[in-house]
């Protein structure tokens, strides 16, 4: 949110410089994790070509940057936190693409501060970064200034009505979280985690970019607080991973994922003109 105070961007800096410790732990270096992962990267690659040039909001550690970086993608990756950005910048080196890499710390809030004129050929921002800011259509916005028409955008943002975080509340007895759609929650006092629903998530993008597909992450893969379970099944865990690969994409599943990774594609400024045209007539 383009409205918050330098004190709350600097608390919110603290409390993901100081999670930055514990990232690989947590998530980034966990079974489920990388399985999660990889179902963004297919998306990703299939979205970015060599020789292009995008745009990486939450970045944190800096793996998908790498990640895209490795296949002739260029990459300004930003992140609010100094220590992920750091992070980042130290698991780049020995890569053999650091020249395609270029990480900023810049928080989504701030993304219209950017100094410099580029015009970008698309741009991402993977696991729940997003979720975190609260004024989405600010993104949109400083996004639209940025992105050459035509371009895509992958925003993979938390769910809402995630099979397993309401198995995990059913096995603890939690019924209220069971039947309960969240709007939001409080982390500690920072910022809130936002969970909008893909409708308004849409409509927060809208016009200036349109909806072109989505698709359902961790459906049927638990979440990584779910680790030991997955290593201790490692078998069935790549089983769930598979029917994941099947189904994410499939209305009704897709709604049960963990995440939902949404591509968008940027409107050129003639379609949202002939758009406004007719609904106007």
Not at 220 to 241: D, G, I, K, S
Request: net charge positive; charged share 20%.
């Amino acid at each position: 949110m383009l409205g918050r105070g330098t004190e709350s961007l600097q608390l919110s800096q603290a409390y993901w410089n100081t999670a930055a410790e514990k990232y690989n732990q947590v998530f980034a270096g966990t079974l489920v994790g990388s399985m999660w992962r990889e179902a963004v990267w297919r998306e990703l690659d299939a979205a970015f070509q060599s020789g292009s040039h995008v745009l990486e909001l939450n970045c944190g550690t800096g793996i998908d940057a790498i990640h895209l970086a490795n296949r002739g993608v260029s990459v300004l990756a930003c992140d609010i936190s100094s220590r992920m950005i750091e992070m980042a910048r130290q698991n780049a080196v020995g890569t053999g693409v650091e020249e395609l890499l270029d990480f900023r710390v810049l928080a989504t809030e701030q993304l219209a501060t950017l100094q410099d004129g580029t015009i970008f050929d698309g741009a991402f921002s993977n696991f729940s970064g997003l979720n975190c800011v609260q004024d989405l259509a600010a993104v949109r916005r400083s996004l639209a200034r940025r992105l050459r028409p035509g371009s895509r955008v992958l925003l993979c943002m938390l769910g809402r009505f995630g099979v397993w975080q309401k198995l995990w509340h059913l096995a603890h007895g939690n019924w209220n979280q069971v039947f309960r759609s969240a709007q939001s929650t409080d982390v500690d006092g920072v910022f809130k985690v936002q969970y909008p629903s893909r409708k308004q998530i849409v409509a927060l993008f809208s016009p200036d970019f349109k909806l072109h597909r989505w698709k359902g992450i961790g459906i049927a893969v638990p979440p990584a607080y779910m680790e030991h379970w997955a290593v201790r099944f490692p078998q069935l865990t790549q089983c769930l991973n598979r029917i994941d690969s099947l189904i994410g994409s499939l209305p009704v599943f897709r709604n049960l994922g963990g995440c939902i990774l949404l591509e968008f594609e940027r409107i050129p400024l003639q379609k949202r003109q002939h758009a406004d045209d007719a609904q106007g007539s």
